[in-house]
């Protein structure tokens, strides 16, 4: 059943913008939790020279990114990849991509991506993280956007600081940094060394 997220819609045009300056300009993306699907669709509808792979940890996100993909030659079917796992159901992939996760989960979790980001991505490899993150010393925003309260398992977005201290624990560095629509959110490049 093709499930469908207004933010998707409202930030895959300026989100796409910013991909382009990232990502190479052939091979496999990997998307790591891809929601709905809405976003996979409009960025492999506008940058054919690229495949994607989606993937997402339940069977109704799953269903839900095959309906939004149906029809687009260059998306693989989605898999069922769980982050935290001791390993993922991919070996390899030119980029990844994380859309409006990190702030989601706890440290663990995010630091499990990292992880398993360094074993998929080539040497210079990008892995690009969409989402709430904040400057040490900033203020939390007051609250949570209702469309994430009912499922968000934490509320408060990292640091910059912290999530560049888990990357460079797993041998990324921090290529590129953009300001994004909303307060507090950043499109984070980093690339494997």
Do not use: Y
Not at 124 to 137: K, N, S
Not at 151 to 172: L, M, Q, Y
């Amino acid at each position: 059943m093709k499930r469908f997220a207004p933010r998707a819609e409202l930030d895959k045009h300026i989100l796409l913008d910013a991909l382009r300056d990232v990502l190479p300009p052939r091979g496999l993306v990997l998307e790591i939790a891809s929601g709905t699907g809405q976003h996979v669709a409009h960025f492999a509808a506008a940058l054919p020279a690229l495949r994607w792979q989606p993937s997402e940890h339940t069977a109704i996100g799953l269903d839900s990114i095959a309906s939004w993909t149906d029809g687009l030659a260059n998306v693989q079917p989605p898999l069922a990849l769980e982050v935290g796992a001791a390993s993922w159901p991919i070996d390899a992939a030119d980029a990844i991509l994380v859309i409006n996760w990190l702030h989601l989960v706890p440290p663990p979790i995010a630091r499990a991506l990292f992880d398993g980001a360094r074993r998929v991505l080539p040497v210079g490899g990008p892995l690009c993280i969409h989402g709430a993150v904040r400057t040490e010393g900033t203020p939390l925003a007051p609250s949570i956007p209702a469309h994430l309260a009912a499922w968000t398992v934490r509320i408060d977005p990292p640091t910059i600081d912290a999530v560049t201290e888990h990357a460079s624990a797993c041998g990324f560095v921090l290529d590129a940094q953009r300001e994004m629509s909303e307060p507090q959110e950043q499109l984070l490049v980093f690339r494997r060394t």
